[in-house]
């Protein structure tokens, strides 16, 4: 028995706000608050993509990154010819960035769940895709500057060594409580910019990244320091997106950075620094192991051991490490392609 009218006889002109200017795929524009909203989440969680450098890859598997050394220079004797430098300056090294295997986050969504939910199910999870794939993108990115501050330059010439990285000791004690304190980490600021200026470093695209709660010491004492920078106030003087600067350096915070071993935040111990409970599982969560050797990782970000269990915060230019991507962030859905489950034809 038939339950509905024939094709052509009493059918109704349905408006359908799913199409794109009212053709093609029914369900085209439903899609694309999904797509925006994990966007939006990882746009607004990541920090590192305009810190370094970011190259996208057009083809192959890796970037080349070339690193140039100085030269000398010594004055005319008249009469002689100019050929060069006897020394082969200046020397040239390389670094290559290989792309790592695809970064995912995903949710299987129950289509009765969601018609059941009282809330925007599809919205609300993929806000938090976006926020995890922004995590881990920093997470890498922070290990990659944590590691370049304990490496020799690449251009190792006799006579003509570049300088390479740097730690810069914050406070005098052996207590990790100086790295919340304001008035050690201002003078690691003046130690780390007369480091950069010593090697030559450009003052254009120098950052800090530190964790909150050391970003919000420094807030509490710029008005009896007056050494930060207090051109913003109010609630752009907190959001820790690069308002505030010591010694041209200009500071964000972030809970994505090696922080006395763990992300972005420790506490206990000789911190001073008491858990404010109920952290759950993501606050504070031990580094794991990121080298070469680790499942979908082609580069080289270092053992936990090797980031260091003292490290406490970045200070570095944007050249400090690159980022190369072949595949922004996207969205797909599956709507039975199995091509999207396997991410393969």
């Known amino acids: 028995m038939a339950q509905q009218s024939a094709s052509g ?7 359908r706000p799913g199409q794109s200017n009212s053709t093609g795929d029914a369900r085209a524009l439903y899609l694309k608050l999904f797509s925006g909203e994990m966007f939006k989440g990882f746009q607004n969680n990541t920090i590192a993509r ?30 002689r010819s100019i050929l060069g430098n006897d020394d082969g300056a200046p020397p040239v090294a390389e670094k290559t960035i290989t792309v790592d295997d695809l970064l995912i986050s995903s949710a299987f969504v129950y289509n009765l769940d969601e018609v059941l939910s009282h809330y925007d199910l599809r919205s609300e999870i993929s806000r938090k895709i976006g926020y995890a794939l922004a995590e881990k993108y920093d997470r890498l990115a922070f290990r990659a500057v944590a590691r370049g501050a304990r490496q020799a330059s690449p251009i190792t010439k006799t006579n003509f060594v570049e300088p390479g ?10 207590n990790d409580s100086d790295a919340y304190s304001s ?5 690691a600021f003046y130690d780390a910019a007369a480091a ?19 970003y919000y010491e420094l807030i509490q004492a710029c008005q009896s320091n007056g050494l930060i920078n207090r051109d913003a106030t109010g609630p752009a003087l907190q959001s820790g997106n ?13 809970m994505n950075i090696p922080f006395l071993g763990n992300y972005g935040t420790a506490y206990g111990g000789t911190t001073g620094v008491t858990s404010p409970t109920n952290v759950g599982s993501f606050v504070g969560e031990s580094m794991e192991d990121a080298s070469g050797a680790s499942t979908g990782i082609n580069n080289d970000y270092g053992t936990a051991a090797e980031v ?18 072949a595949i922004g962030p996207q969205v797909q859905v599956t709507s039975g392609d199995v091509s999207v489950v396997y991410q393969g034809k």
């Open 9 to 15: 006889k009493l059918e109704a002109q349905l408006v």
């Open 50 to 79: 305009d810190l370094i450098m970011k190259r996208t890859l057009k083809s192959g598997k890796s970037l080349q990154f070339i690193y140039t050394g100085r030269t000398k220079s010594e004055f005319h004797t008249p009469g």
């Open 165 to 174: 990285g740097t730690q810069i000791r914050v406070g005098s004690t052996t």
């Open 183 to 187: 008035t050690a980490l201002v003078s």
């Open 196 to 214: 950069l200026d010593e090697k030559g470093v450009t003052s254009d695209g120098r950052v800090a990244v530190l964790n909150p709660r050391q």
């Open 242 to 254: 690069g308002i505030i600067e010591i010694a041209g350096i200009k500071i964000y915070k972030s």
């Open 308 to 325: 260091g269990s003292k490290s406490c915060g970045l200070i570095f230019q944007k050249e400090a490490a690159g980022m190369v991507e």
